[in-house]
């Protein structure tokens, strides 16, 4: 009896955390937004596409800690911006930005998660309705080899001292 009582709270308390943990992976789509599922591509994958507010396509990524992985976006349009969300994390802010940290992203991943690639065009454009061309290239990396640290020459006996530092 008490075996049953413990399963169901385990249950009980697994049914709590699930929406919140659904929600995280869930992304807010704009009316209009087309979802694109992604796989971690074993070679460069290229997505092209058009941004207009409402009317394009965004993308989710799953990575897994270890993988190093460089996004980068491109556009003619000076208007159009690329913002990669984590949505295992709950807060809504994206961890880049095109229009602050420059046009590509390398990391290695932490931790498991699924990213959310939305390219958009600015709403405070002067010329707001037309959107614009873009390009995300997906590279996978190989891991940085560790470089071999160089060993330090022993001193050798001399016949005259070190000179001291010179003064700056």
Do not use: C
Not at 89 to 111: H, I, W
């Amino acid at each position: 009896m008490k075996d049953l009582s413990v399963k169901i709270v385990i249950a009980a308390l697994a049914l709590t955390f699930l929406p919140a943990l659904a929600m995280a992976q869930t992304p807010q789509l704009d009316p209009g937004e087309k979802l694109e599922k992604l796989q971690f591509p074993a070679v460069t994958m290229q997505l092209k596409g058009w941004t207009k507010f409402g009317n394009s396509h965004v993308y989710t990524l799953p990575v897994r800690a270890g993988q190093h992985v460089k996004i980068s976006f491109s556009t003619k349009s000076k208007f159009a911006f690329l913002a990669i969300f984590d949505l295992s994390k709950p807060d809504d802010e994206a961890f880049f930005g095109t229009d602050e940290d420059g046009m590509s992203y390398q990391a290695t991943v932490k931790e498991n998660a699924t990213w959310l690639l939305r390219p958009y065009y600015s709403k405070v454009s002067p010329r707001r309705g037309l959107g614009a061309p873009f390009s995300i290239l997906i590279e996978p990396l190989a891991a940085a080899p560790q470089q071999p640290q160089p060993q330090a020459e022993p001193e050798r006996p001399s016949l005259f001292p070190k000179a001291p530092p010179k003064p700056k």
